[in-house]
């Protein structure tokens, strides 16, 4: 026996100068007497990513426990399909968030915790949302500014959330034994055990004995034929938009120094989407949207736009092909502009790289804290106090691979405009180039962030319809997967009664070369051929692909006859069959 428990979110206080805070999984797991035997290492899945812990202990004596701990909610944006098997194979989910950080709750609220009721899909799993800290409200001390900046949630906002969720609602004040062991613990032991009552009511069914007639046994029904294995394509989003700043195609920003002598090019696009000092550069937002003084002082120190750069340009090239000039007034910032520039590109997430290569171009200490300070001003977020956490690998991962989608289907920056059927769609010819190979784009919002969740089994055909038209190969194959894994959720009396055509979709995927698919759905229709059988449809399938189901049908023909063989024999016998 087992218990497995999914936890999600970051606990840890925003405000906390303390970068060694234990997190509540693990806090649970040290301090509780009925936790046995504990084990930490990342995930085998996620190692690569680091995107989550496992921890594997004893609890109860002899019962496995698992958890998978996600301090980041990239997985739900990078990889739904994974996130969706952690939330399907949970008995208990919890849900936890710093009670200081008022923004990432907001996330938690608008995005994520919708997502986590699809995945469940009505599903009876126990879900635990604890606020974690001390609330800490620390008012604005910028005489400019009069906004609100109490970032703190407040019981009514966690309990309301708890609430629409059909959750249970905790408030831990602090990690010791009084809120983790009797608290948060006595919660999560609670659930533990409903969970693993209702597996031992479960399995004793399995149990059950069937009566089979002694001198004539039924005949044996084999397993249906294992379907094709789909596996999937590795994201190539941060080497996309890497590769990108190597090739310099698109390029409408070039930064020099102040004595014209170093030339670095760029992408407004790309700059933008992880700076709002770069937004106020290229007039994207003005000082008024940004109420933070210190983003517009960074702006005027760091770099001057030249007065009309992009009005005189060469015979016969169009005014929006030339770059926008950029002076960069810091001779030692413009010593590091390219290095600075590779880790915007690479994901803007590799800041221990970064420290590194930088100290070694400039081998000076003081000179490398300059740089890296002002590194931290451009990244800064409005509002919110620059410290070294905020640069951390993980939180500005987090930034940038949400913060380019803001740019999809918007006006903002766009240097290409496509007209569909009358309507037009905005886009950048950067991020077209960095994605696609094929130049006549593709409306997806996949491009601008490399995820990607369907809302029904046709959008996702016809979305890789396209993907193979433009061949984005990976977007095809998270399509596939979509399909394949709805289809499979699909319970029998749900496939006998849908309008959605197997037979279809099939056609369509052959059609457009999707072989994974076109074979598996084939697999489909012949694991569930007393279904498809008893459908119009099923006589649109071509002679070699009828040939093919009723090779691998299951039931098979054979069975069936036995079956009838045997039923026949019962009933000579006047013998009452338990079995069927």
Same mark, same amino acid.
């Given at each position: ?8 979110? /970051?606990?840890?206080?925003? !405000? ?38 496992? +921890? ?5 004596? /002899? ?22 098997? $952690?939330?399907?194979?949970? *008995? ?11 923004? =990432? ?29 001390? %609330? ?13 900046? %109490? ?20 408030? $831990? ?26 597996? =031992? ?38 080497? *996309? ?40 550069? #290229? ?5 008024? &949207? ?42 030692? #910032?413009?010593?590091?502009?390219? &290095? ?13 790289? !970064? ?17 890296? @300070? ?34 999809? /289907?918007?006006?903002? !920056? ?28 593709? #409306?997806? @919002?996949?491009? +601008? ?6 809302? =029904? ?39 006998? =009664? ?6 279809? $979709? ?38 070699? @692909? ?6 691998? %049908? ?10 009838? @063989?045997?039923? /026949? ?12």
């Amino acid at each position: 026996m087992s218990v497995n428990i999914v936890a999600f979110g /970051n606990e840890r206080d925003v !405000l906390s100068e303390d970068s060694r805070q234990s997190s509540l999984m693990w806090s649970y797991l040290r301090r509780s007497a009925l936790i046995s035997e504990i084990d930490s290492s990342p995930s085998a899945e996620h190692a690569r990513s680091s995107v989550t812990t496992e +921890y594997q202990a004893c609890v109860f004596g /002899n019962v496995r426990l698992v958890v998978h701990d996600c301090p980041l909610w990239d997985i739900f944006d990078s990889d739904w399909y994974t996130s969706r098997s $952690l939330i399907g194979g949970a *008995d208990i989910i919890v849900i936890k968030y710093s009670v200081n950080d008022k923004t =990432s709750f907001q996330d938690l609220k608008d995005s994520y915790v919708p997502m986590i009721k699809k995945a469940l899909n009505h599903c009876s799993v126990p879900v635990i949302i604890s606020a974690v800290g001390a %609330r800490k409200n620390v008012p604005c001390t910028c005489p400019l500014c009069n906004l609100d900046r %109490r970032n703190c949630v407040s019981t009514s906002e966690g309990a309301q959330l708890a609430k629409e969720f059909g959750a249970t609602y905790l408030e $831990l004040h602090a990690l010791n034994d009084f809120y983790i062991q009797k608290y948060f613990g006595g919660v999560l032991e609670y659930f533990m055990i409903q969970s693993l009552n209702q597996k =031992s009511s479960e399995k004793m069914k399995k149990r059950k004995k069937i009566q089979k007639c002694q001198r004539v046994q039924p005949p044996q029904l084999e397993q249906p034929e294992k379907m094709p294995i789909l596996k999937g394509e590795a994201s190539r989003y941060d080497s *996309d938009l890497h590769n990108l700043l190597f090739c310099c195609q698109c390029a409408d920003v070039a930064f020099y120094s102040e004595d014209s002598s170093k030339v670095v090019k760029a992408h407004k696009v790309i700059l933008c989407s992880v700076s709002h000092v770069f937004m106020l550069l #290229f007039d994207v937002k003005s000082p008024a &949207d940004i109420h933070d003084p210190s983003i517009l002082r960074t702006a005027q120190s760091l770099f001057a736009v030249e007065a009309g750069a992009g009005l005189l340009t060469p015979h016969g090239v169009p005014p929006c092909s030339v770059p926008v000039r950029v002076v960069v007034k810091d001779s030692v #910032f413009c010593s590091c502009l390219s &290095d600075i520039l590779h880790f915007i590109y690479s994901g803007a997430f590799q800041w221990e790289r !970064l420290e590194e290569d930088i100290k070694k171009k400039l081998k000076d200490s003081e000179k490398t804290e300059h740089v890296l @300070e002002k590194v931290k001003c451009i990244l800064k977020t409005p509002g919110k106090v620059n410290s070294l956490r905020d640069c951390q690998s993980h939180q500005i991962k987090r930034l940038y691979s949400t913060s380019l989608r803001l740019f999809f /289907n918007t006006p903002v !920056l766009a240097d290409v405009i496509f007209i569909i059927q009358g309507a037009t769609v905005p886009a950048h010819r950067a991020v077209l180039v960095a994605r696609c190979e094929v130049m006549a784009a593709m #409306f997806n @919002e996949y491009l +601008y962030t490399d995820s990607c969740c369907p809302a =029904s089994i046709l959008q996702a055909m016809s979305l890789l319809i396209c993907a193979e038209m433009y061949q984005v190969m990976r977007l095809q194959h998270i399509c596939e997967l979509y399909i394949i894994t709805q289809l499979q959720s699909m319970p029998s009396r749900e496939l006998a =009664s849908t309008s959605l055509s197997i037979v279809s $979709l099939l056609k369509k995927a052959k059609f457009h070369n999707s072989d994974c698919l076109s074979t598996w759905l084939l697999h489909f229709i012949a694991t569930n051929y007393l279904i498809f059988s008893q459908k119009p449809e099923f006589q649109d399938l071509s002679v070699e @692909e009828r040939s093919f189901v009723e090779m691998h %049908r299951w039931p098979s023909s054979m069975y069936l006859k036995q079956l009838a @063989e045997y039923r /026949n024999y019962i009933h000579s016998q006047k013998c009452h069959c338990t079995v069927m």
